[in-house]
């Protein structure tokens, strides 16, 4: 799969493949970091979050890394399904679960069957 | 399943009317809430925090006369859209953070559109 920068819209994998999605954060003092999963004219949903004490999560199909050093968080989802099209957000927040999140645009992942 | 309702998920309503919406947390107590707004092919905007037991908390550029905040208690907070004209339509989200988990959950979402 191509890791593509937040500034295009769309990335689109071949079923199967797997999938990159790439996200800068602004904010150095984040210190909490969650990727949401966006179905059309539904809610995000939670797909899988990391602190800043960490520089790799896994979850089911999904990993999520954090370079601090450079403000880059990305999401791997291996074996990329139809099911896994939808557009993707990765946030940022400080402290915690209590205080605003901050939202990245937005990539469309289109999976090819 | 769902850990945030919201209601309705669809409401059209006449220009000039006021429209409320409602955020719950199903199984869990959330002393804040996030109000959110997110147009088409957009990223999601923090409209205000919704405080349990004071007043709420508004982004910059969002008015709070316009938009009511009410967190009635522990699992309610609502969101009402006074005055609504065509501008306001929009999709209006919800979230609350589960503080046992610290993850922020968010509702299915209201689809706004004003006639």
């Known amino acids: 799969g191509e890791s593509v920068g937040l500034h295009l819209p769309t990335l689109s994998v071949q079923e199967g493949d797997n999938s990159i999605i790439n996200c800068a954060y602004s904010n150095s003092a984040s210190d909490y970091f969650i990727w949401y999963k966006q179905e059309s004219g539904k809610g995000p949903q939670f797909i899988i979050d990391i602190r800043s004490n960490m520089d790799k999560r896994q979850g089911q199909r999904v990993t999520v890394l954090l370079n601090k050093t450079v403000k880059h968080l990305s999401l791997q989802i291996a074996a990329t399904q139809p099911g896994d099209s939808a557009v993707y957000f990765c946030a940022e927040n400080i402290a915690g679960a209590n205080s605003k999140l901050t939202f990245g645009k937005g990539i469309t992942l289109s999976v090819r069957p | 399943g769902a850990v945030v309702s919201q209601h309705p998920s669809r409401v059209i309503c006449k220009s000039g009317t006021s429209v409320k919406i409602e955020c719950r947390s199903l199984?869990?107590?959330?002393?804040?809430m996030f109000w959110y707004r997110q147009f088409p092919k957009q990223s999601l905007m923090l409209m205000a925090t919704s405080n349990e037991g004071s007043k709420a908390t508004y982004e910059q550029g969002v008015e709070k006369d316009k938009f009511l905040i009410n967190h009635a208690s522990l699992t309610l907070s609502t969101l009402t859209v006074t005055s609504a004209h065509p501008e306001d339509s929009s999709f209006y989200i919800c979230s609350a953070p589960r503080t046992s988990t610290d993850t922020q959950y968010f509702g299915p979402g209201t689809r706004l559109t004003v006639l």
């Open positions: 199984d869990f107590q959330a002393t804040t």
